[in-house]
């Protein structure tokens, strides 16, 4: 299984913009899906965005679509968050993802490796 490692969390402002990264390590990054999850204060781990193993398929949570873009460089094993028009309700903490899959697919669930997350909070 890969091992993951973010980075890029912090505080900003409503508004600002802040750019998440993850590092794989122990796998061939090109075989996974990888994804973006978090989880805010008393709730739920959520979906936010994924990218298919070559990158071409992208899909995003209605609640950041539009504002934030998922990519990846397999030959750096890194996957990219870039946050813009941050809002307070995107304040938590952000879990990178692998999945292992033979096809282009995006899933939205079913992920076995993650990192330890990263802190975003978001000032009003």
């Known amino acids: 299984q890969v091992q993951l490692v973010e980075s890029g969390g912090g505080l900003v402002q409503a508004g600002d913009s802040l750019t998440l990264s993850c590092v794989g390590s122990?796998?061939?990054?090109?075989?996974?899906?990888l994804a973006w999850f978090r989880q805010g204060p008393g709730t739920e781990r959520e979906f936010v965005a994924v990218?298919?193993?070559?990158?071409?398929?992208?899909n995003y949570a209605d609640s950041v679509r539009r504002r934030f873009t998922i990519s990846r460089d397999n030959s750096k094993n890194t996957v990219i968050l870039q946050m813009n028009s941050l809002k307070p309700e995107d304040t938590a903490i952000y879990y990178c993802?692998?999945?292992?899959?033979?096809?282009?697919?995006?899933?939205?669930?079913?992920?076995?490796?993650w990192g330890q997350g990263t802190q975003v909070t978001v000032s009003s």
């Open positions: 993802a692998a999945r292992y899959t033979v096809t282009g697919a995006t899933p939205t669930d079913g992920y076995g490796s």
């Open positions: 122990g796998g061939t990054f090109s075989n996974y899906a």
């Open positions: 990218i298919s193993r070559a990158g071409r398929v992208r």
